[in-house]
């Protein structure tokens, strides 16, 4: 008779605990109070004619590498992608981002509980004998669960997704803007390198240039006035030289600022290339 009750407590426990199951899950799926998002329509064209062939490349799918044919320019990119801080912070906030969107998921849905525990004892029945008893037990439950009747634990995990997204492309718009960013100091690097060299060749022919007024001057054929015209172009040279050395060293340190370690320098360009238009490929349409 104790054995038939007992198996009639343990069927009905087990019942109860499917109906509750089932009732929380049916509960989950009742209609949300959010209200829906429809996107608004932009007062502008869809596209944008400008009589080129479009391209059957998208562009969104091309890797940075199809971009950049200069296989320095490529190294120093990689380098900056590998050397970021501001790109690991924004790496490091989608894995915080991805976390509360998985723990918000998951009150969606009841957390079930398993234990078990075991026993084992050796007693003295008499003299010579000894007994050994052993017991074990296992449990099974739900623990506090909030029934969904709103969707006020849904709306909060699409909220939560909404925000892991957003993080994941402000890590995408970090990671174009150091691209962006990379390649235009080490051209802007590659200009003033021209300049500079430019200002040189200037100043070594406008100091030649004093010295032939100079011997002009000795033999009386021109005046001092030229003289003091020609030491005034020397030293305008001077002066442009003095800047762009500056510049070149200002621009140097802008494009190791980006690339966050010490840029090799068989990586820098010397100066503007006949071939650095075949630097940069071009955007495809579309």
């Known amino acids: 008779m104790r054995l038939w009750q007992g198996r009639f407590k343990m069927r009905t426990v087990h019942r109860c605990t499917i109906s509750m199951a089932v009732v929380s899950f049916l509960f989950s799926g009742c209609v949300s109070l959010a209200p829906d998002y429809a996107r608004p329509s932009a007062p502008v064209p869809s596209t944008w004619d400008m009589g080129a062939k479009e391209s059957n490349q998208n562009v969104q799918e091309l890797s940075?590498?199809?971009?950049?044919?200069?296989?320095?320019?490529?190294?120093?990119?990689?380098?900056?992608?590998?050397?970021?801080?501001?790109?690991?912070?924004?790496?490091?906030?989608?894995?915080?981002?991805r976390a509360t969107y998985r723990v918000q998921r998951s009150s969606e849905f009841p957390t079930i509980e398993v234990g078990a525990t075991g026993s084992k004892a050796r007693s003295v029945t008499g003299e010579n004998s000894t007994a050994i008893s052993?017991?074990?037990?296992?449990?099974?439950?739900?623990?506090?669960?909030?029934?969904?009747?709103?969707?006020?634990?849904?709306?909060?995990?699409?909220?939560?997704?909404?925000?892991?997204?957003?993080?994941?492309?402000?890590?995408?718009?970090?990671?174009?803007?150091?691209?962006?960013?990379?390649?235009?100091?080490w051209?802007?690097?590659?200009?003033?390198?021209?300049?500079?060299?430019l200002s040189q060749q200037t100043e070594a022919s406008a100091k030649h240039s004093l010295e032939l007024v100079q011997k002009r001057v000795e033999l009386g054929i021109d005046s001092k006035v030229s003289e003091y015209n020609a030491q005034t172009i020397l030293q305008q040279a001077k002066a442009d030289v003095a800047s762009y050395t500056t510049k070149v060293a200002q621009d140097r340190a802008a494009l190791e600022l980006l690339v966050g370690a010490r840029v090799d320098e068989a990586l820098l360009p010397k100066e503007l290339e006949s071939a650095s238009q075949n630097w940069l490929s071009d955007v495809p349409v579309g």
Request: hydrophobic fraction near 40%; aromatic fraction near 8%.
């Open 64 to 97: 940075w590498q199809a971009f950049i044919r200069d296989e320095r320019l490529s190294k120093v990119v990689a380098q900056s992608l590998e050397q970021s801080r501001d790109l690991r912070k924004a790496v490091a906030n989608i894995e915080a981002a």
């Open 187 to 197: 051209l802007t690097y590659a200009s003033d390198q021209s300049l500079l060299s």
């Open 134 to 185: 052993q017991s074990s037990s296992a449990t099974v439950g739900l623990s506090s669960y909030e029934l969904d009747f709103f969707g006020k634990a849904r709306s909060l995990s699409e909220s939560e997704f909404e925000t892991y997204k957003g993080v994941e492309e402000a890590e995408r718009s970090v990671r174009i803007t150091l691209i962006a960013e990379t390649v235009s100091a």
